[in-house]
């Protein structure tokens, strides 16, 4: 599948160079070439971004990092994605790229754009007729209103391959957010302390799975694509997204006819998992016992080598029944370790276990290093974290967020060949930010 989008982008770049080649070449000279030239897996793949806030631009990120050409449509009446103005205290009022803007708007150009105006509508479907993949958050019904549904947007190009992120799907024109859907799908009644109040997860993780499922999606159109020449119209629901990702959360009701309850960091099916075991120098260390021969070994770096022999803790079922009485003796024997000495012990011994740190921290670790971006006093991560052997990783080009409407004047000259007096009409129109 790796070498068949890479031939996707190449295909678009320069299509008749491939067909040369291929016409001369096996595969396996073809991949050579590929990786000689380390080239990014979808140049020349071109997207038009119609979505905001997380779920679709992580995806037009994604693709972006991948080699795409990103066009984010900004509409004027809101300046631009919502998220530019959602900043903390102490970011600059007047910047309009904040750091929530900044984590899923890498490698994008912005154009503003009043898409409810009629000529502003004109431009957009030349866009579309340049592009291969149309990113959308519009909840259902709008999408129609705007005459920005596939249905519409396909005929201006075909084999458009159209990507939608919806509430709650097609049937229901509810909004749909990250937070409301946590509590809907299950997620905020199980996170939390046993007999506490429930708690939303401090990150929009419905919408970062939502965006990973997307992405999964255009990958398999694209695919198809290269097979038929059609297009596609891909959806992903919020909701969906959120009751696909419960797992073995799901099956304890569905299977055993377990109600799932808040335990904390517990894991309902497996002990000692999850828990925060506190060391003697004030840290914290979790643990992840995956077997009888890891909680053993456990034990014996603990110096209590016989407490695996109980029979009450000998195996994962017994430990499961008698979880507090497992936990206390752990805790116990933690906490009369450092932190630091404990988790080299461990390691040494190929048993899950980490210490709790805070984000700063978890940023410098070295396997966080490739993930980082860097540009102009910028930064974020990377979205594309997957390892394709041959596929270039390098994103020093990739473009920084743009600020509100950066691009907007090279876009239509560049992409859409429009004069600058074509672009001042429309600017003193108020079409364009």
């Known amino acids: 599948m790796g070498f068949m989008f890479v031939s996707l982008g190449l295909l678009q770049a320069s299509r008749t160079k491939l067909v040369a080649a291929i016409s001369k070449l096996d595969t396996f000279v073809i991949i050579l070439f590929i990786v000689v030239q380390n080239i990014k897996i979808l140049n020349g793949l071109k997207v038009l971004e119609l979505a905001s806030v997380l779920a679709g631009p992580s995806v037009g990120q994604f693709l972006a990092e991948c080699g795409a050409e990103v066009i984010k449509v900004e509409n004027p009446g809101t300046t631009g994605d919502v998220t530019r103005s959602w900043k903390l205290s102490t970011e600059n009022p007047e910047n309009s790229v904040s750091a929530y803007f900044s984590s899923v708007n890498w490698g994008k150009k912005s154009l503003a754009l009043d898409i409810t105006q009629a000529e502003g509508y004109k431009v957009l479907l030349q866009l579309v007729a340049w592009a291969d993949v149309v990113l959308a958050s519009y909840k259902p019904g709008d999408d129609i209103k705007l005459g920005v549904d596939y249905a519409t947007l396909s005929a201006y190009k075909e084999g458009l391959v159209y990507g939608h992120i919806t509430g709650y799907g097609r049937t229901n024109d509810k909004v749909g957010y990250d937070a409301i859907i946590q509590a809907e799908s299950g997620f905020m009644y199980l996170n939390g302390e046993p007999n506490g109040a429930s708690v939303k997860m401090p990150v929009a993780l419905v919408d970062v799975l939502a965006g990973h499922q997307l992405k999964e999606g255009i990958l398999l159109a694209l695919l198809q694509k290269m097979q038929s020449g059609k297009g596609s119209y891909v959806e992903v629901s919020l909701y969906q997204a959120a009751i696909s990702s419960l797992v073995n959360q799901a099956t304890n009701w569905l299977q055993a006819g377990v109600e799932p309850q808040k335990m904390g ?169």
């Open 265 to 433: 960091s517990e894991h309902p099916n497996i002990v000692p998992y999850g828990r925060a075991f506190d060391t003697s120098d004030g840290g914290q260390v979790i643990l992840a016992v995956g077997n009888d021969k890891q909680f053993a070994q456990l034990c014996r770096i603990l110096g209590k080598e016989e407490l695996a022999q109980v029979p009450e803790f000998a195996t994962n079922a017994q430990r499961v029944k008698n979880r507090e009485q497992v936990n206390a003796h752990l805790q116990a024997l933690i906490a009369t370790w450092p932190q630091e000495e404990l988790l080299k012990q461990l390691d040494k011994a190929k048993i899950p276990a980490g210490g709790i740190q805070p984000i700063s921290k978890a940023l410098q670790r070295e396997e966080a290093e490739p993930l980082l971006l860097h540009s102009d006093k910028k930064a974020g991560i990377r979205q594309f974290c997957a390892q394709l052997e041959g596929s270039s990783s390098d994103t020093s080009a990739l473009l920084a967020p743009p600020d509100y409407g950066q691009q907007t004047q090279q876009i239509l000259q560049e992409v859409l060949d429009f004069s600058l007096q074509q672009i001042e009409e429309l600017k003193q129109k108020g079409i364009l930010g």
